[in-house]
Nanobody
Framework: QVQLVESGGGLVPAGGSLKLSCVSSSGRYFNTYTMGWFRQAPGKEREFVGAISGRGGNKIYADSVKDRFTISRDNAKNTVYLQMTSLRPEDSGVYYC???????????????WGQGTQVTVSS
């Protein structure tokens, strides 16, 4: 069982930046997992934000965040990051990290999920 713990959420004004972190308990197997970020706004379904392959060579993003958000990982620290810039009120929501086997956009492709961290962007 892999445990994921997100941190770094908070309140930020529109146009600001925030960096989320997600630490995994998978130890030396961390670099075998694709890591994804998803978000869920109140009253909406959870949506894909981005994902990064185990060694970091492949990244994909949702169109809504492309060129504003960057995913990275430090396998030595068992940590994946989501750097968010030019934030908009519509970026608000609970952000979840997830671990899976393949770099894909679907929730079903991820086996393990964190509890989420709240991001609120004020207008």
């Amino acid at each position: 069982q892999v445990q994921l713990v997100e941190s770094g959420g908070g309140l930020v004004p529109a146009g600001g930046s925030l960096k989320l972190s997600c630490v995994s308990s998978s130890g030396r197997y961390f670099n075998t997992y694709t890591m994804g970020w998803f978000r869920q706004a109140p009253g909406k379904e959870r949506e894909f934000v981005g994902a990064i392959s185990g060694r970091g060579g492949n990244k994909i993003y949702a169109d809504s965040v492309k060129d504003r958000f960057t995913i990275s990982r430090d396998n030595a620290k068992n940590t994946v990051y989501l750097q968010m810039t030019s934030l908009r009120p519509e970026d608000s929501g609970v952000y979840y990290c997830a671990a899976g086997g393949i770099v894909r956009r679907g929730e079903k492709d991820y086996d393990y999920w964190g509890q989420g961290t709240q991001v609120t962007v004020s207008s």
